[in-house]
């Protein structure tokens, strides 16, 4: 299985998220944001945390606009996978790939701590290895994981099951405790929690090593 991950100026997760992906047995390319094209015959693009061009501007909305970000967008439209993890949740929701918004944390301070997030659909190419309901334990770090979308639009991802995680303890005010959201065909993932940063005995805690043997099982069986 292929993976490819995109490097904006400022990424700071983009070799926890290869290493990630290398480890579940995917191999990696990195990406470049100023490419233009992806490389041939990829099964997932993951775009990772960190402070894409500082942050400047809105989180995400310089890097959604980067010359990568058109490939992104036609490979989820052709039904490509992607995960975005933080920022990277922060440009999918600035490409358009997903719904909603990223805002200011309500306490308008950053917050850099493991959470517990509630598994909310199993039923998914990313939490096939989770028992929905099962509750686990994943680090954040954001100062803008606010996540927000309409009335209408919360209604709509609840009757679609889109809603993939939920804090336990929300620590930034995200409408309906969403920590995590997936597109239409459940085949791209935003979410603001690192289960790449619990992947690893090393890191404190494997909660999110059955994301990426979920989405290696999902691909080797498409």
Not at 156 to 167: C, H, K, N, S, V
Request: charged share 20%; aromatic share 8%.
């Amino acid at each position: 299985m292929r993976a490819a991950v995109i490097v904006f100026p400022g990424s700071n997760c983009d070799r926890d998220l290869a290493v990630a992906f290398e480890r579940a047995g995917m191999d990696v390319t990195m990406v470049w944001h100023k490419d233009t094209d992806l490389p041939e015959g990829l099964d997932i693009v993951g775009v990772p945390g960190g402070f894409s061009f500082g942050d400047y501007l809105r989180c995400g909305a310089i890097a959604a606009n980067s010359p990568i970000c058109k490939s992104l967008i036609a490979h989820t439209e052709r039904g490509g996978y992607a995960l975005g993890v933080c920022n990277g949740f922060q440009v999918l929701a600035e490409t358009g790939i997903l719904p909603g918004a990223l805002r200011r944390n309500a306490g308008l301070k950053y917050i850099c701590r493991t959470v517990g997030l509630k598994v909310e659909n199993s039923d998914t190419a990313f939490t096939g290895g989770y028992e929905t309901g099962q509750v686990i334990d994943i680090p954040i770090a954001h100062h803008d994981g606010n996540y927000f979308v309409t009335d209408e639009k919360l209604a709509q991802l609840r009757d679609e099951g889109r809603i993939a995680f939920t804090y336990t303890d929300n620590p930034n005010g995200s409408v309906a405790d969403i920590a995590g959201v997936v597109s239409k065909n459940g085949r791209v993932l935003g979410m603001m929690p690192h289960p790449e940063r619990a992947a690893d005995d090393g890191h404190g805690g494997t909660d999110g090593v059955a994301m990426f043997r979920s989405l290696m099982d999902q691909l080797a069986t498409a």
